[in-house]
């Protein structure tokens, strides 16, 4: 306490001390030795000589674009993946909600949604209800909130169709650029590599939708991988701003290109699995998990890391952006064996015949599973005997929502 009214005091006696922080912060956090090798300085991107060099001030626009992507998506979403998820037979189906009753909310909301033997017993003892009554609501609250295909569906259509344009806008980009063919090319003429056009919107449109799957993360359906979706997307955008702002574009567009190739054929065997196309999602999925080893594991390290940490030191010396930019990229790849790892899993699954959902999805029960006959009448006891009311339709079919296949596909990289 003394040392905050003491940090008051003295702003208050130095109005301006705040401000200088601040520059001293800023000053340091652009210092060209950070950001630059050492003969470099940010004078040397200025642009001159017919040459345009890329701005940190341009990546303010990525925050406008991720909304409008947010726009874009609820759109299709509303007005072309749910027109083609009902033509592909995947409908919305409401479930059966589960009972209210507060003591077990309390505990699923602020406790947990897998309670102990031990906890359903003492909830049992509150409640005065049955033990098997309270795993069975449980199960049927777990379903609730468990996301429908027809959500999965929408999802994966989208992010399929960024996906294409953005590896088709690529090759459009770099097909004729010496350092597609040749990465030593990467490094040429480094710094003075006038940014193109078609780098422009490539950097910008893929950072936004990086921005935009960051913003939609929270109504977006959550698996396993949540946390390493998370770290991706956050080193994803630290990355292409510091390659950005470092005039890195060369690589960064070799990066971007081989990271979209799998990740199209992915959301396509997606779409066709949750269509129940289960030979053709096999088929694409075997591909992706082809282009997926060859792209991230082989291509990666070995070609662009690679070009990334050997080749620049034969123009300049090691400086510090050098050694962070190469730690991002083996940030990546870290992430991609994590994924590498779950398509193995999932791949001898598929081979022995195990394959019942997504690696990356919680254990919950199938959204299909239904309640038998016993389980229906002990539903009804329990309402009389509380006096409550009740669909009886619902109750007579044992609805509890959707019969979906598994999401049998892991998702490698957003």
């Known amino acids: 306490m003394e040392e905050q009214m003491y940090q008051y005091y003295k702003l208050q006696a130095h109005p301006g001390f705040g401000a200088e922080m601040l520059d001293t912060l800023y000053e340091w956090f652009w210092w060209d030795k950070l950001w630059l090798p050492a003969e470099l300085s940010w004078a040397d991107l200025e642009d001159k000589e017919g040459r345009v060099y890329a701005k940190a001030s341009h990546l303010y626009v990525t925050v406008p674009y991720a909304f409008g992507f947010l726009l874009v998506r609820y759109l299709f979403e509303r007005w072309i993946a749910t027109p083609l998820a009902v033509w592909a037979g995947i409908r919305h189906r409401v479930q059966l909600r589960a009972e209210h009753i507060p003591i077990l909310e309390l505990y699923y909301t602020t406790q947990s949604r897998n309670p102990l033997q031990a906890d359903i017993i003492g909830l049992s003892k509150k409640s005065s209800l049955p033990v098997r009554q309270i795993e069975r609501w449980f199960r049927r609250r777990r379903r609730q909130d468990h996301p429908g295909v027809l959500k999965k569906f929408r999802e994966a259509s989208w992010r399929f169709v960024f996906y294409l344009s953005a590896f088709i806008g690529g090759i459009i980009a770099l097909y004729d650029k010496e350092w597609l063919y040749n990465t030593r090319e990467v490094w040429t003429g480094y710094p003075k590599q006038s940014m193109l056009e078609s780098q422009y919107w490539y950097y910008i449109l893929e950072m936004s939708f990086y921005c935009c799957l960051l913003c939609s993360v929270a109504f977006d359906v959550k698996r396993k991988d949540f946390k390493e979706q998370i770290i991706h997307h956050l080193a994803t955008l630290v990355l292409l701003s510091f390659s950005w702002c470092s005039n890195f574009i060369r690589i960064g567009t070799l990066v971007m290109l081989i990271h979209d190739a799998s990740d199209v054929l992915l959301e396509s065997a997606k779409l066709f699995n949750y269509a129940k196309w289960e030979k053709t999602s096999h088929g694409l999925f075997i591909v992706f998990a082809i282009?997926?080893?060859?792209?991230?594991?082989?291509?990666?390290?070995?070609?662009?890391?690679?070009?990334?940490?050997?080749?620049?030191?034969?123009?300049?010396?090691?400086?510090?952006?050098?050694?962070?930019?190469?730690?991002?990229?083996?940030?990546?790849l870290f992430l991609h064996i994590f994924w590498a790892y779950l398509i193995l899993r999932m791949i001898r699954k598929f081979l022995f015949g195990t394959l019942t959902g997504d690696v990356r999805s919680d254990n919950e029960e199938e959204e299909g599973q239904e309640t038998s006959p016993t389980e229906d009448d002990d539903i009804r006891q329990h309402k009389a005997f509380n006096g409550l009311t009740s669909d009886a339709a619902n109750e007579k079919n044992g609805c509890f929502g959707l019969s979906p296949p598994g999401n049998a596909l892991s998702k490698t990289m957003s």
């Open 291 to 332: 282009v997926f080893f060859v792209t991230r594991l082989i291509i990666f390290p070995f070609w662009l890391i690679h070009c990334t940490w050997v080749y620049p030191v034969y123009y300049y010396p090691a400086f510090f952006g050098y050694y962070f930019f190469n730690a991002m990229l083996v940030v990546l």
